[in-house]
């Protein structure tokens, strides 16, 4: 389900700053190579993860969820000039692709890539994050939540895609995914440890702001 027509889609991208050409060929390739290119985040969504990730400037970001790499690239625009990047994906096969993307980018050495299970990898991390993108199987979005909450510094930023999930959030019969997203969303709107705003862009990210108890 696309939320803005696509004449009003089209407009949008056409007042937003361009992709680069290594994100124009991040998404070209993505759409011949692998079987669900729309998990890609896109053009718009795109600019609008750099744009807060400039915003930011973050030191640490966390994303979980790297798929071909399009987002990380776009989160990684701006980290601070210290700045690291870790981004986690379970599957191994697209392993090359994206390192060979993140060479391109000049981000080898901002982006720590780990293969593996983000539900393993994260109790793990020492890091304190200035902004985490949650991106990876929907199910596990609220252990995702609970795993990185305390990870993120006070004053941090949390974002959480797909969270309209094609609108089947306003469905009757919802199913399991469905589910797991309606019980996502309530729980974080009643979560006193986060502030949170639902963005409808593309497929709806909730924006989330760790507040300080
Ligand atoms: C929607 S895609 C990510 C899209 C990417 N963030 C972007 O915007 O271009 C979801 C990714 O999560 C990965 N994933 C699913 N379960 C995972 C898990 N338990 N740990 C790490 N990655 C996982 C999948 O392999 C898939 O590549």
Redesign the pocket.
């Known amino acids: 389900m696309d939320f803005l027509n696509q004449e009003l889609q089209y407009y949008a991208e056409q007042h937003s700053s361009p992709e680069s050409d290594l994100l124009k060929r ?1 998404h070209r390739e ?1 759409h011949v190579r692998t079987l ?1 290119p729309r ?4 053009h718009l ?2 600019r609008v ?1 750099s744009m807060i990730s400039h915003m930011i400037r973050p030191e640490r970001v966390l ?10 690239v ?1 989160l990684a625009e701006g980290l601070h000039p210290e700045g690291k990047l870790i ?5 191994e096969e ?1 392993e090359d692709q994206v390192r060979r993307y993140f060479a391109e980018a000049g981000l080898s050495g901002k982006i720590d890539y780990k293969i ?4 393993t ?1 994260i109790p793990d991390l020492r890091d304190t994050f200035d902004l985490v ?1 949650i ?3 929907k199910e ?1 979005y609220d252990r995702y939540f609970e795993l990185i909450i305390e990870k993120v510094r006070a004053g941090g930023f949390i974002l959480a ?2 969270v309209l999930w094609s609108g089947k959030v306003i469905n009757s019969k919802p199913d399991k995914k469905t589910n797991a997203m309606l019980e996502f969303n309530s729980k974080i709107q009643h979560d006193p440890r986060v502030e949170n705003v639902l963005l409808p862009l593309r497929d709806g990210i909730m924006i989330m702001r760790r507040v300080s108890l």
């Open positions: 991040i993505t669900k998990m890609l985040s896109g969504q795109g993860l994303e979980i969820g790297t798929f071909t790499g399009y987002s990380a776009c981004t986690i994906d379970i599957n697209l593996g299970n983000a539900l990898i993108f991106d990876g199987d596990n895609d797909n």
